[in-house]
């Protein structure tokens, strides 16, 4: 036999992969699968504009609840609880994608969740992978990912760098990755929520909510929902709807708070995230900026004390000397403020001439405490 004929058999020999027809390919839609009546939206979460489909992008900074938050809601939805004790959810299986945080950190966290609902959380089906071995961004990872979400209503994602280290988020490019998420939830009817970080917005480019989303502009664009978290370490978050596509609306600006809470006498035993509106929102800015000023007042007095004793009671010089004295960072005109209502208490005593001004110990020992709680 000839080599030509021979490699013609043994090719032949081989079993080819059946391709799949066209139209399994294409998945195209006539014109009576087109006027075919649509469904309910299926919802995980309506008043929060979250649903399978395209991923739900959740971009912050550091320290604005963004993971604690949707480890929350992954526990309400797997429990059947309200969302952040305010948002009825559709009760299904969580999963948790943890590419970020670690076993410990995650797994303590669920618990002190879980003990605030008031929910067992091994009778949940929530599953979490910290730490996996596969990257979102390997060859094999959308038909694992199809295996992993099916049955599955909501998958956490944490974080998107950290889950496809080989994407440049910075290129247009970055959209593919979301898109790989945003079919894999089509497939399987999951919905897919993937954390972000922020960076600090700028005059340059606009300085809005949606431009502090790290990276290109094409990861908004891959989104049905978005949302910003904007806050500070031990301060509220703020929480900015930035984009819907199924309602073409978003939700108003809220609030989210976390609270330590005590479970059988326990302190801290439990984790409870709650919902802000806008009028707790600012009572509890107020309460904050209050509490930080009293905090302000009570050290510039006992700075003042510190200084005039120092000073055998009496310094000589004028009210930016004295500052300078204290070693203070605090703003001229807040120190200026502070003084001025020390001398009002009599706990310091303004004397001297224009030229050559003094201030003198008065009672501050008995009155910093009543200044300070002014």
Partial sequence: MALADLERTLLAAVPRPVRPSLEERWKLLDGPALATALPPIP???????????PVTLVAGYGYSRKTMALQSLAVSVAAGRPVWGLHSVRQGRALH?????????????????????????????????????????????????????????FVLVDSLRA???????????????????????????????????????????GGTETHVIRG????????????????????PTTVHHQKDRIMGSTVDDF?????????????????????????????REEASQAAVERAETTQVAEAIAATLARYAGVFRGSRSQLREACGLRVRTQRFSAILRDLIQQGAVVEAGTYHAPEFHVGGIEDTTQQVANA
């Fill in 216 to 235: 290109s502009s094409a990861l908004f664009d891959a989104c049905q929902s978005v949302f910003v978290f904007v806050g500070a370490k031990n301060t």
């Fill in 97 to 153: 994608l943890d590419y970020e945080q670690g076993r410990r950190l995650t797994q303590e966290r669920y618990q002190r969740l879980a003990r605030a609902m008031g929910v067992t959380l091994s009778e949940i089906p929530l599953s979490v992978s910290c730490m996996p071995q596969v990257y979102l961004d390997e060859t094999d990872a959308p038909d694992d990912l199809l295996r992993l979400c099916e049955g599955v209503a």
């Fill in 163 to 205: 889950a496809f280290p080989r994407a440049d988020e910075n290129s247009s490019e970055v959209r593919a990755y979301l898109d790989i998420l945003s079919r894999v939830s089509e497939r399987t009817g999951a919905t897919i929520a993937v954390i972000h970080h922020a960076r600090k917005p700028s005059a340059q480019d």
């Fill in 255 to 283: 609030g989210l708070d976390s609270i330590d809470t005590a479970v059988d006498g326990v302190p801290k035993a439990g984790l409870e995230i709650v919902h802000l509106d806008v009028a707790q929102m600012q009572r």
């Fill in 43 to 53: 919802w995980l979460c309506e008043p929060l504009r979250i649903a399978p489909g």
